[in-house]
C-alpha cells in the first residue's frame, strides 16, 4: 500500500533541495523526519513537513509507522515565474530568475507488491 504527499511551489532552489534529499533516501522515513531537525539547511524544513505529510496520509489508509519505506523521493523543478531585475552597467536591468521546486513523497509499507513476472 502506497501513500503519497506533494508541495509545490516552495520557494528554494531544486539544487539545494536536492542536496538534502538526497541524504534521506535509504532511511526509514521517520528516521529522517528525526534527522532533519538537526540538518542546518532551510530546505530541511519543507522536506520535514512533506515526509511528516506522506506518512500521516499512510496511518490513515491502515499502515503501520514502523514499516514504511521511501518508494520516491522527487525533487523537481517549479516554474520560473518570479524574474526579477536588477541594476546593471549602463542603465540596462540584468536578470535575477528565482526558481521554486516541487517535492514528491511516496511511501510503502511492502504489502501489495505485485510480482511481475
Known sequence: M????????????PRK???V???LKDLKPSEAVERLYYVRKRAAKPLR?????????????GASEEELEF????????????KR?????????????KRM????????DGKGVKNES
Open 85 to 97: 531585475g536588477r541594476a546593471g552597467s549602463r542603465g540596462m536591468v540584468m536578470p535575477i530568475i
Open 71 to 82: 518508494k520516491e523521493l522527487m525533487v523537481s523543478e517549479g516554474p520560473k515565474s518570479m
Open 49 to 61: 513537513k512533506t515526509i511528516r505529510s506522506a506518512i500521516a496520509n499512510a496511518v490513515v489508509k
Open 21 to 23: 534529499a538526497d541524504s
Open 17 to 19: 533541495v536536492r542536496l
Open 2 to 13: 502506497e501513500a503519497q504527499a506533494v508541495q509545490k511551489f516552495v520557494r528554494m532552489s
Open 101 to 108: 521546486s516541487h517535492i514528491k513523497v511516496v511511501v510503502t
